[in-house]
């Protein structure tokens, strides 16, 4: 197991560090699109599909889906990752604490809580198995979406929840 925390960046307000996975940079400030910076890999756009539909996708840059996430709960935020082309499952825990865990089967790939858009809006435990930076990245950002919208804080974060 691992612990790691997502800042903010001290040099652009916009991107978010987790040292040794990559970074999140927000694309705009009324937006929910958000640039995907894996350490070693191809940068990737996380953006919601449809707004308010529950469903949001990881592209790469040559326009290829690489992965996408369908909310399948109607209280929570749980709901089917896909992630190049590997089935997994995104668990919600309480209703007052944001914590998200990311599940192949019974195997706990990692673990997410999230508190927002602040100078440190996440913790990340990884589990024993190898994950994909990107996915980290990319259950990092549906997280943060999913805090923003149940706080009424974000503007246009219901497209991903």
Known sequence: MRDLVLVRSADDRRRYDI???GSLRRVGLFSRTTLLLPDGDEPLTAQ???SLSGQAEAVAAGGDVVGEFSEQT????GGEVVWRGRKLRLESGTVLISRYVLRDGRTRLLEVQARGWGDKPADVTLGDEPVDPGLVLFVLWLAQGFVDHDSGTGVATAAAT
């Open 19 to 21: 040292e040794g996975v």
């Open 48 to 50: 919601s599909r449809v």
């Open 74 to 77: 109607l209280l929570g935020h």
